[in-house]
């Protein structure tokens, strides 16, 4: 794996748990997330399959949790997950986040 791979994947994880963060119920799904993922803001160009790769591997750390099928899981931040989004927490195969103002 190459360094930027690396850290690509790094910050994919981060977006993910800062958007489910932000969600009024801490929860989305693969297709909206791969969005938010793509877009001019975020700008980490990620498939779905991607997406729900990194979402399997945040279950696996208990970053959150997944309800529905593989085909559409829906992602919910555990209270771990909400502290990792928010450099409350940190974890060594996720981007630490920058200071917010």
Do not use: C, K
Not at 7 to 20: G, S, Y
Not at 37 to 66: F, P
């Amino acid at each position: 794996m190459t360094d930027y791979a690396d850290t690509l994947r790094r910050h994919r994880r981060l977006a993910i748990l800062q958007f489910l963060e932000a969600s009024a119920t801490y929860t989305s799904n693969v297709s909206i997330l791969t969005d938010v993922l793509n877009s001019d803001q975020i700008g980490i160009d990620t498939s779905r399959d991607q997406t729900a790769t990194e979402l399997s591997w945040l279950a696996e750390q208990g970053l959150v949790t997944l309800a529905g099928s593989s085909e559409f899981w829906v992602p919910t931040a555990t209270a771990r997950g909400v502290d990792v989004a928010l450099g409350r927490a940190t974890h060594p195969a996720i981007q630490r986040p920058g200071p917010r103002r």
